[in-house]
C-alpha cells in the first residue's frame, strides 16, 4: 500500500467532500473510490478515441464497464489490504489470551482434582469418627 500526498485547492476539497458525503461514503473511503474512478474513467476516454479510429461500436460500453469495475476494484483491494492487516493484528492478540485460556483450564483441572481428593479426605475421616 502506498500513501499519497497532494495539494488541491479548497474548491476542488469542498467538491469531493460534498459528493462523497452525498453518497454517504467515508472520506477516505470515498476519496480512493473518487481516484479509482478517475482512473477507470481516463482508461475509458482512450477507449473512445480508439472507436473513433475503426473499433467497433460496443467498445463505448466496454469501457463503460471497466470505469465502473475499475473503481470497485479499486476499493476492494484496499478492503481486502485492511481486512488482512486487521486480521493480523487480531491474530497477534488472541495468541497470549488463547495461552492464558490453556494456563487457566490447567489450573482449573488441578483445582478439580484437589477438590475430588479433598472430598475423599472428609468421607474417610468421618468413616474414622463413626467406627470411634
Do not use: C, H
Not at 19 to 42: K, P, V
Not at 70 to 86: G, H, T
Not at 94 to 118: H, M, T
Amino acid at each position: 500500500m502506498r500513501q499519497i500526498r497532494l495539494n488541491i485547492t479548497d474548491e476542488t476539497y469542498e467538491e469531493l467532500l460534498a459528493l462523497i458525503r452525498s453518497r454517504g461514503w467515508e472520506e477516505e473511503d470515498g476519496l480512493r473510490i473518487l481516484l479509482g474512478a478517475g482512473l477507470g474513467a481516463l482508461r475509458a476516454a482512450e477507449f473512445e478515441a480508439e472507436e473513433e479510429n475503426g473499433l467497433p461500436k460496443n467498445m463505448a460500453e466496454l469501457a463503460a464497464r471497466l470505469s465502473r469495475t475499475e473503481s470497485q476494484l479499486a476499493y476492494l483491494r484496499f478492503r481486502v489490504m485492511e481486512l488482512e492487516e486487521d486480521n493480523r493484528n487480531w491474530q497477534l492478540a488472541s495468541g497470549p489470551i488463547a495461552q492464558e485460556n490453556e494456563g487457566l483450564k490447567a489450573v482449573a483441572r488441578l483445582r478439580l482434582e484437589e477438590i475430588d481428593r479433598l472430598k475423599q479426605e472428609i468421607e474417610a475421616l468421618r468413616r474414622r469418627l463413626n467406627a470411634d
